[in-house]
C-alpha cells in the first residue's frame, strides 16, 4: 500500500510538473547527470522539445568520471547539451572554502548559465533541487533564490524517493544512481582547496569506483584519506585493504582509514 501511494502522490506531482514546465518559453536545464537533473531534463524536453537545453559546468569541482558519465548519459538519449567550462578555482572565496562555500560556487556558476541563456535567448535558467533537499545544510540555495533560478522540483514537492520511481517508470538510467556532491565537499572547511588537492581526491574515487564502490567519499584531512562506504561493504574493503591503500598512499595520502561511520550526505557540514 505503501509503494503505491508513493507512486500515486509522485505521479500526480508530475503532472503538475509538466504543466509548469509548458509555462515556460524557452528553458536552459542545468544538468549535472544525477537522478535529479536528468529527470528535471527528460521532462522538460518531453513537454519543450527543441525549446530546452541542457548546459554542464566542466572545471576541477567535477570529477572526470563524472563528466564522462554525463556526456554519455545525454548522448544516449539525444539531448542536446552545451558544456561551459568554469574556473571555479580563480574565486578566492572558493579557494578559501569557508562554510559558506557552496553560495559563492553556485553564484558564479548560475551567473554563468544565465549569461550564456541570456546570449542565446533562453528565457528561464532551471535546476534539480528537490524537496528532500530542504532539511539539507544548502548556503547555495540563497544564491539561486537571488538569482532568480527557478527549481520546479522543489515548487511541486518531489521528493529524491518519488523521482527515482519516476525515472524508473520513464527507463532513465539514473533512477539508481547514487547521489553525486563536489568535489570540495570532501574538504574540511577552513582548509584550502586546490586543483592538486580535487584531483587528489577524485583519483582516490576512481580507485575505489574501479573496485565496485559505486557510493563512496574519500574525505581529506592533510595526508589524511577517510573513506566513507555504506556499512554493508565494510567486509568487503577490509578484504581489499592493500588493493586499496597502496594506491592511495601512490596518490599522495601518508594514511588511508576507513570512517566506521560508513557513508552519509554531509559529514563535514556544520553541526
Excluded at 509538466?18 to 544538468?31: D, Y
Amino acid at each position: 500500500m505503501q509503494n503505491i501511494k508513493l507512486l500515486e502522490d509522485a505521479l500526480r506531482k508530475e503532472a503538475y510538473l509538466i504543466k509548469v514546465i509548458k509555462s515556460f518559453k524557452k528553458v536552459l536545464v542545468a544538468f549535472s547527470g544525477g537522478v535529479d537533473s536528468t529527470y528535471l531534463l527528460a521532462i522538460a524536453h518531453e513537454s519543450l522539445g527543441q525549446n530546452c537545453k541542457a548546459v554542464l559546468a566542466r572545471g576541477p569541482m567535477i570529477s572526470p568520471q563524472e563528466e564522462k558519465e554525463a556526456l554519455a548519459l545525454v548522448d544516449s538519449l539525444h539531448f542536446p547539451v552545451e558544456v561551459l567550462d568554469l574556473d571555479i578555482l580563480a574565486l578566492e572565496a572558493f579557494r578559501k572554502n569557508p562554510p559558506d562555500r557552496c553560495y559563492f560556487c553556485k553564484k558564479i556558476l548560475f551567473e554563468t548559465f544565465q549569461c550564456f541563456s541570456k546570449t542565446f535567448g533562453y528565457s528561464t535558467v532551471i535546476e534539480g533541487t528537490n524537496a528532500s533537499d530542504s532539511t539539507d545544510y544548502r548556503p547555495g540555495r540563497i544564491a539561486l533564490e537571488e538569482l532568480g533560478i527557478l527549481s520546479p522540483l522543489l515548487e511541486v514537492g518531489l521528493t529524491k524517493a518519488e523521482i527515482r520511481v519516476l525515472s524508473e517508470r520513464r527507463n532513465l538510467p539514473t533512477w539508481n544512481k547514487p547521489s553525486m556532491a563536489c568535489l570540495a565537499s570532501r574538504v574540511p572547511f577552513g582548509d584550502s582547496i586546490t586543483a592538486e588537492l580535487l584531483q587528489r581526491i577524485a583519483q582516490a574515487e576512481a580507485v575505489l569506483y574501479q573496485k565496485g564502490y559505486t557510493e563512496c567519499r574519500v574525505r581529506v584531512h592533510g595526508d589524511i584519506a577517510r573513506i566513507e562506504v555504506p556499512i554493508n561493504h565494510f567486509l568487503k574493503i577490509v578484504q581489499e585493504h592493500s588493493e586499496i591503500a597502496t594506491p592511495l598512499q601512490t596518490i599522495g595520502f601518508r594514511f588511508v582509514t576507513l570512517d566506521l561511520m560508513g557513508l552519509r550526505s554531509g559529514s563535514l557540514n556544520p553541526i
